[in-house]
C-alpha cells in the first residue's frame, strides 16, 4: 500500500495574535531541527528563514556589527538620494515613532543603517541589539528582519516577534518598504519603523509603504525640476551648434534635442567620460560635461578640441567660484570653501596629488583619504572634463590661472588647511 504523501504546512491564520506567535515560535524551532511543523510561518517569512539557513546565519548569535566609521556614514548620507526627503521621512515617520514608543529606520541600498530617530527609551533599547547608526541589518547580517527582508525582495515586509531568525530580536517588531530612486529605478535605501513586540499595530506596514511612496514622489518632483533647470542651460547651448545633439541629465533623460527627434531615455555607460564615446543608439558622439548632465553630440564631421582654460576666481571670500572655457563657450560655478582648497592645492601642484597627498594639504592629516575621495567624487562631477585622476590633477593640456586677492591674508581667510596658510604665510613674507 503506497503512502500517503506528506502535507505541506498550513499557514497561520491571523499572523499577528499572541497564539499565531507562538505557533511561528514552535514552527521555527522545528525548521532549525529539521522537522516538520503543523503550521508553518507566512510564505515571505518561510523564505526569508531559508535564505538566513543558506546565508549561515547562526539563529542564537547576536546582532552585534562592526560599525562604520563616523566619515563613511557622512559620506554614505551624502552620496545617497535618499538624503533629500530625510525632512519628509522625519516629518511622516518620525514623530509617530516617537509618538507610539518605536523608532524610525533609515539605510543605504546595503541595509547600512544611516539615520534613526525616535522615542528616546527605545533609542537607548535598540543599542542593546546594534540597531544604530553604522551597523549592518541585511540578512546575511542579521537574518531575517524588516530591514534586511525588505532589501532582498525589495517589497514592503513587516516581521513581528517570533518571525525573526535571531532569537535575541522575538521581543521587537518591524516594518520597512523600499525606496528607489524614480530617474532609474535602483533601490536607494530602507525606511522602517521598529520597537518593542508590544508596540506592534497592523496598520505600521501600510504606513510605512505610504511615506515611502511620498519619497520617492518627492525624488521625481525633484528630478524633474532639475530637468528644468538643465533645460534653461541647454537652450542657449544648442542653438548655437549645428548638427545633432541633446542635452540629457546624469541618468540619461533628455532636456532638449537639436536636429534629431526627441528620446525618450539615452542609454549611458556606467562610467561616463568626457571625450568621443559610443553609445548603442547613437554611434560615436562626442560628450561634453554640462551642470546637472551631459552634451551629446553625433560625431557627423571632425570633433571639437578639449577645454583649454580653467579661471579658479579665489578674490573674493563670498564669490568663490571657477569658471570653464570649452567648445560651447564658458561656464561658471560657484564653489564651496572646500572645494576651492582642493582645487587650489590641484593648481599649485599640477604634477598631480594623490589622496593621501591632498588629505595632508588640506587636514594636516594623510590618513583622511575616504573624505578626500568623496570631495573630489563630488567636484568631478562638474569638472571632470578638466580633472584627471590617478594622480588627481589638471589635465594637462588645460591651462589653469589662478585670480588671488588682493592682500594675500584674504585668500580663503577662514581657511585652516595647511596648503592655504602656507601660500598666505609665503605671499607675506615677500
Not at 140 to 166: D, Y
Not at 199 to 215: D, W
Not at 345 to 359: D, I, P, V
Not at 376 to 381: D, E, G, L, P, T
Request: positive net charge.
Amino acid at each position: 500500500m503506497e503512502a500517503s504523501p506528506v502535507a505541506a504546512p498550513r499557514p497561520v491564520a491571523d499572523p499577528y495574535s499572541a497564539a499565531t506567535t507562538r505557533l511561528v515560535h514552535r514552527a521555527r524551532e522545528a525548521r532549525l531541527a529539521g522537522e516538520r511543523a503543523a503550521a508553518g510561518p507566512r510564505a515571505e517569512i518561510d523564505a526569508s528563514w531559508n535564505r538566513a539557513l543558506r546565508s549561515g546565519v547562526d539563529p542564537e548569535q547576536s546582532t552585534e556589527s562592526r560599525l562604520l566609521a563616523t566619515e563613511e556614514i557622512e559620506h554614505r548620507r551624502r552620496s545617497t538620494p535618499i538624503g533629500g526627503v530625510m525632512p519628509l521621512l522625519r516629518d511622516g515617520l518620525a514623530v509617530i515613532a516617537d509618538a507610539t514608543r518605536q523608532i524610525m529606520v533609515v539605510t543605504d541600498d546595503e541595509g547600512r543603517v544611516l539615520w534613526r530617530q525616535g522615542h528616546p527609551a527605545v533609542m537607548h533599547r535598540a543599542k542593546d541589539i546594534c540597531l544604530e547608526e553604522g551597523a549592518a541589518w541585511s540578512e546575511s547580517a542579521t537574518g531575517t528582519n524588516a530591514i534586511g527582508t525588505a532589501l532582498a525582495t525589495r517589497a514592503p515586509v513587516q516581521v513581528h516577534s517570533a518571525e525573526h531568525f535571531v532569537r535575541v530580536l522575538h521581543t521587537w517588531t518591524c516594518a520597512a518598504a523600499p525606496v528607489r530612486d524614480p530617474r532609474d529605478g535602483r533601490l536607494v535605501g530602507i525606511v522602517d519603523v521598529s520597537g518593542p513586540a508590544s508596540a506592534f499595530h497592523p496598520t505600521t506596514l501600510a504606513l510605512v509603504g505610504s511615506v515611502a511612496a511620498l519619497a520617492e514622489s518627492e525624488l521625481r518632483n525633484r528630478h524633474l525640476v532639475a530637468i528644468e533647470r538643465l533645460r534653461s542651460v541647454a537652450a542657449p547651448i544648442l542653438c548655437r551648434l549645428g548638427g545633432r545633439a541633446l542635452v540629457v541629465d546624469a541618468h540619461g533623460w533628455p532636456a532638449a534635442v537639436s536636429g534629431m527627434p526627441p528620446v525618450d531615455r539615452l542609454p549611458l555607460p556606467r562610467s561616463m567620460r568626457p571625450g568621443q564615446v559610443w553609445l548603442a543608439s547613437l554611434g560615436m558622439c562626442r560628450v561634453e560635461p554640462l551642470p546637472g548632465g551631459w552634451l551629446v553630440r553625433v560625431a557627423d564631421g571632425s570633433p571639437d578640441g578639449p577645454p583649454r582654460r580653467v579661471v579658479l576666481d579665489l578674490s573674493r571670500e563670498r564669490g568663490l567660484a571657477v569658471h570653464v572655457t570649452g567648445p560651447v563657450g564658458t561656464w561658471s560655478r560657484r564653489l564651496s570653501p572646500r572645494h576651492a582648497e582642493l582645487l587650489y592645492a590641484l593648481a599649485l601642484h599640477r604634477e598631480g596629488r594623490t589622496a593621501a597627498e591632498l588629505a595632508q594639504d588640506l587636514f594636516g592629516d594623510p590618513t583622511r583619504t575616504v573624505t578626500v575621495r568623496a570631495e573630489i567624487s563630488r567636484v568631478r562631477r562638474h569638472l571632470a572634463e578638466v580633472l584627471a585622476h590617478r594622480p588627481y590633477r589638471f589635465d594637462e593640456e588645460v591651462e589653469v590661472e589662478v585670480v588671488h586677492p588682493d592682500q594675500p591674508a584674504d585668500l580663503l581667510p577662514r581657511s585652516t588647511a595647511p596648503v592655504v596658510v602656507r601660500a598666505r604665510a609665503s605671499a607675506g613674507a615677500v
